[in-house]
């Protein structure tokens, strides 16, 4: 099973870009890269995913290296609301069909005023 | 509203005596899973479910059961609860087919044996 590994706390100054590596150096071609948040002890809340390309959307961008072995999520300006753990997912498919999802222990990023 | 419905979000238990905690979903997902998280070793997955009648053991399966006798919902099953199992646990689910389907997780259940 691929797995990831990220760093294990980080800081970013408010208004500035976070970005978050994540190494999944084992991942297979058919494998997607998942990211999510959670706050305190709240439900991780899902943020973008991608398999080969980079992608964008209201929250962050994921940028994917082209062997695809790594994986950055940019979070363009960042706030003191973002302060949280972010979690890298790799989603594993077996060959029976079946797959699961496979979590990071994750970074703590704090935003400082 | 879509969303994953987890009761309860508080349970304060007694070790041995078998207990469920719920998981109930309105978005028709195929895919269900059950993790585990505890300070330091992140969400370990117990459990998932492809289907109705198709479960998976995870990474941590021991302690548990789990049965998804309707597509809606995936019921977390401890028939005799030791302390070791004290533990915020997670419902999660997803669409289940191709990428394009990421996890949505319930509020959690809090979970303490004594």
């Known amino acids: 099973d691929a797995k990831t590994t990220q760093p294990t706390s980080m800081d970013c100054a408010e208004g500035r870009a976070a970005n978050l590596p994540c190494n999944h150096s084992?991942?297979?071609?058919?494998?997607?890269v998942y990211w999510y948040r959670q706050i305190h002890s709240q439900g991780p809340q899902y943020i973008i995913h991608?398999?080969?390309n980079n992608e964008t959307n209201e929250m962050a961008s994921l940028i994917i290296t082209e062997d695809r072995k790594s994986s950055t999520l940019i979070l363009p300006h960042a706030t003191l609301r973002d302060t949280a753990v972010y979690y890298c997912?790799?989603?594993?498919?077996?060959?029976?069909?079946?797959?699961?999802?496979?979590f990071g222990t994750g970074t703590r990023l704090k935003v400082l005023a | 509203e879509a969303q994953v419905t987890q009761n309860p979000r508080y349970l304060i238990t007694v070790t041995g005596k078998k207990l469920t905690v719920t998981c109930s979903q309105n978005?028709?997902?195929?895919?269900m899973s059950w993790y585990r998280q505890d300070p330091g070793l992140g969400l370990r997955q117990i459990y998932y479910?492809?289907?109705?009648?198709?479960?998976d053991k995870g990474d941590v399966p021991e302690g548990y059961k789990v049965s998804r006798k309707e597509k809606r919902n995936f019921p977390l099953i401890l028939e005799s609860p030791s302390p070791n199992q004290t533990s915020l646990y997670f419902c999660?689910?997803?669409?289940?087919?191709?990428?394009?389907?990421?996890?949505?997780f319930g509020n959690g259940t809090r979970l303490t044996v004594t």
């Open positions: 479910s492809m289907n109705v009648e198709v479960t």
């Open positions: 978005m028709n997902h195929e895919y």
């Open positions: 084992t991942i297979s071609g058919n494998e997607y």
């Open positions: 991608g398999l080969k």
């Open positions: 997912i790799v989603r594993v498919a077996s060959a029976s069909g079946t797959y699961k999802y496979i």
């Open positions: 999660a689910s997803s669409r289940g087919t191709g990428g394009n389907s990421p996890l949505h």
